[in-house]
């Protein structure tokens, strides 16, 4: 059956005109040729398939010298043809009906991006005339082989595309009706369940469950009842739920919580077994209350996965987001796109249920202050793009800023003073010390599914800026808000923003933007926890929202307390320091910092808790830039000892493992882009013996019995923090709450930018915005 289906839903879609590689107008497809792709249909996200691609040549043929090219999008972690092992995975075939010589290579960044990833066909010796064909078998089985390796996440319409240089002109052009696939989820692999995380008594919520495959794609493809028991008190809450195949998950409305108190919810299945447990649900009679949101992401339209429209509806309707922004690469958007985009952002906000944050990322080279999210209260902005680099209609040129101070100072002589902008590190990173402007760029993006950048709010302190923390994907496969990194080149889960907001609305999401009033976390099963950080001040202090040092009419408040994202000048008193920590994962530890200094650290036990489980942790970054990867493949081995078991820590990639591969030891292949993975090892004797550690950066040996509750820490740093940590840990942690008070000592000369760093034992980390006193 051919897969080559009439692309209807985007052929009055202008947007996509340079995005496709076209270079020139397309020509007549009988004269350029057709091609189909067997066999058709959906096929699972990750799993292994074999196709047989068709290329026949039209009127022109292909001249000596000429080429075809079969582009796949530069988000796909599917794996890369190659050519010289018959009986392994991805071995593919390509062979001309008539005997012509071809020249064949694979190549990542052989064609116009998204279209990037480049099976390369050239013509070396004879030509192709019309009706000749270049058949391509992908994942060929012949010899063995499992076949070719599918994308690990969901795409309705996932191509083949295919571009002709028919002429040798090296003029490619895309045929009009593309060679298709649908990748769809795999069976559910695991349940996630989810509710508010902070509301007030009385007010209405719902409880949302859904399956997930092994790639942490949202499935249909789960059935059964499932049984919820309350921990707390729920009004509402049914006894069972059914997951119905074909479904994507189920949404039980209508539940509250009549008094101040913390509830979650329990999920089982038919024999009793735990299979999800909510985040934890605080009822507190407060101004503010929790909203969740994922603000930066991308879609097919510009270098991501699915339409924009199936984007927000990802969002909302998957992964259960309170708030959503499309960030496009700004010199991806054609004017009709923004407007497309615009529209689509107008259609899904709805105040109270969802926002849809218009936006765009400005993607400056990195010499010219790296990429920045733009944040807009209304739909109908101008666009003020990095640069036209990929929009042949030049006509709107002229807004263009090429650097970030261009952006800024944009903003500022066109009174745009309601926009919001974020710092953030993705292929470019965001260097704030070329250019910064606290006016409209209000936080720094820690953690996104391109690793963990908390050296950028440590630039930020650096040079005094007074700055929030926030965390979102940045993905690029279609799902935000749920943004596994799969099986590429992406090291993290995407992560998440708690915003402390009044209601829910475009203005108040904004408004604590500028105020912020938020923190951020790495996302997954444990990222939505509930944190409380507040001080309280011993004397009258003057608490500032805008700050003072940019805004000369900025008018402080008088108070005694404050929370994450203030500004406040305390001439003389005492602080304390007041947090809470909430979470579905036990707590491992919280870390106090003013400014760079860790003032402390406290954890819910101590040395007499420990037991026989070791914790190894590796963490960090080889660069501040696109090649990031730091490569941790290793094993730890116990003597006179021995391993009763090991858990992963952070592996997120099925491909990515922990072995237990002995009585003695374990292994692992893993990486970090300046995120950490690790691994809990359950030992026979909790003192006995030597763990030794080897890995292709850092090895060592150390008496079991010297491993307590401190981290001993080896270093392998270069320009950015790179380490390896061992650690002991209680056999069992049952703390999934904490709650402390502390007095922080205060500089007297420029700012104590004080805050908080939870981690969870499930490899979950969060950060609050600091609070900025001064004395």
Known sequence: MSASVPVTDRQDRPWEA???????????????????????????????????????????????????????????????????DPAGANYCTVETSNGAVLQVRWDPKGNVRPWDRTLWIKVVKGFLQVGDTITIRFGVTDHGGPGMRLQTFCEDTFEFRVLVDPIATF?????????????????????????????????????????????????????GKLFLMAEGSIDGLPESVEMTEGVFGVTVPGLSVSAPGKAAVVVTDEVGMIVARTNPLL????????????????????????????????????????????????????????????????????????????????????????DRNIFYPTDDRTI????????????????DCFTARELFQAFADNNETDVVCYAHCGGRYADIGYAHDGRFEKSVEVHSSWGTFEWLLHDAIKFGYRVGVVCNSDGHKGRPGSSYPGAGKFGAIGGLTCFNVPELSRETLLDCMRKRRHYGTTGGDGGRMAITVETRFTQDASLYHDDPKLFADSTPVTTRSAMMGDIVHLPEGEIELVVSVDSNSPILKVDIFNGLDLVETIRPYGEDDLGARLRLHWEGAEYRGRFREVIWDGSAMVSDNSVTAATPVNFFNPDKTLDHTGPTEVSWKALTTGNFGGADVYLEDAEAGTLSVKTPLVSFEVPISKIGLDEQVFDASGDLPRFFKVSRLPAVNPHRSLRFTRSVVLTSDGDNPVYIRVELEDGTRAWTSPIYLYR
């Open 384 to 399: 003020r793009r990095s640069s036209h680099a990929l929009i042949e209609d030049q006509t709107t040129a002229e807004t």
């Open 171 to 223: 003029n490619f052009q895309t045929l009009p009706v593309q060679p298709m696939i649908s990748i769809v989820p795999g069976p559910a692999a695991k349940y996630a369940a989810v509710m508010p995380t902070l509301r007030r008594p009385g007010e209405t919520f719902a409880l949302k469950i859904k399956g997930e495959d092994k790639w942490g794609n949202p499935t249909d493809r789960c059935s």
């Open 283 to 370: 009822i507190e009679d407060r101004e503010l209350v929790h909203f969740w949101g994922d603000m930066h992401g991308q879609s097919e339209e510009t270098i991501g996965t699915n339409s924009a429209f199936g984007y927000f509806a990802f969002a909302r309707d998957k992964a259960w987001v309170d708030a959503c922004g499309h960030q496009g690469n700004d010199f991806q958007i054609t004017d009709a796109f923004w407007a497309e985009l615009n529209r689509i952002t107008g259609e899904f906000d709805k105040p109270g249920e969802f926002v849809a944050m218009p936006g765009y990322e400005w993607s400056g080279n990195t010499a010219l202050g790296g």
């Open 18 to 84: 340079m995005n496709s590689g076209v270079i020139r107008d397309p020509i007549d497809q009988s004269l350029l040729g057709h091609a189909e792709i067997t066999p058709a249909g959906a096929f699972e996200a990750g799993s292994y398939a074999s196709f047989t691609l068709v290329y026949t040549a039209g009127t022109f043929g292909i001249d000596d010298s000429g080429s075809l090219r079969v582009c796949f999008r530069f988000a796909s972690d599917q794996g890369n043809p190659q050519f010289d």
